[in-house]
C-alpha cells in the first residue's frame, strides 16, 4: 500500500512543486500560450494538484478527477490555449512531481522502493485521468462551439 508518508511529504512541499512548474509553464516553448495566462490562477490550479494529492489518489469513484478536469478542458479551451499545450501541461506537472521525490532522496530501502513503485501507479493512473477528462472537457467546449455558429 501507498505510503502516506511520501503523500504528506509530497502535499507539504507543494508550494516548491507548484513554483517549479509554473516557471516552467510560463517559459517552455511548447506552452507559449500559458506565457500570456494571469499568474496568480495558475498557480491555485497546480497549487491544488500537489496540496490535495492525497485526496485526488483516494478518490476511487473518479467523480472529482472528472468534474475537475472537464471544467479545466472547458476553460483552457474558452482561453484559447490549444488542446496540445493544455495535455504537455499536465505531463509537466507530472515530471516535476518525479523529479522531486528523485531529487528528494525519499527512496533509501528496499520498503520506500515498493512505496514508491506504488506511488508511480497511483500518481500515473491520476494523471492520465485527468489527461481523459481534460480532452473530454476541451472536446465538449469545442462542439458546442460548433453548434451555436451552426
Known sequence: MLSARLV????????????GLLDDLQSNPRTPAYHRL??????????????NLGRWLADTTEQHVETAYSELGRRRHAEGIPLSEVVFAIILAKC??????????LMDSAVALYQEQELHRMVGRFFDR??????????????ARQEVAA
Open 96 to 105: 516535476h512531481l518525479w523529479e522531486y521525490i528523485r531529487t528528494c532522496g
Open 8 to 19: 504528506r511529504l509530497i502535499e507539504d512541499h507543494a508550494e516548491e512543486l507548484f513554483r
Open 38 to 51: 494571469d499568474r496568480e490562477e495558475l498557480r491555485s490550479r497546480l497549487y491544488d494538484v500537489y496540496q
Open 130 to 143: 485527468a489527461i481523459y477528462h481534460t480532452v473530454r472537457g476541451y472536446e465538449h467546449a469545442v462542439k
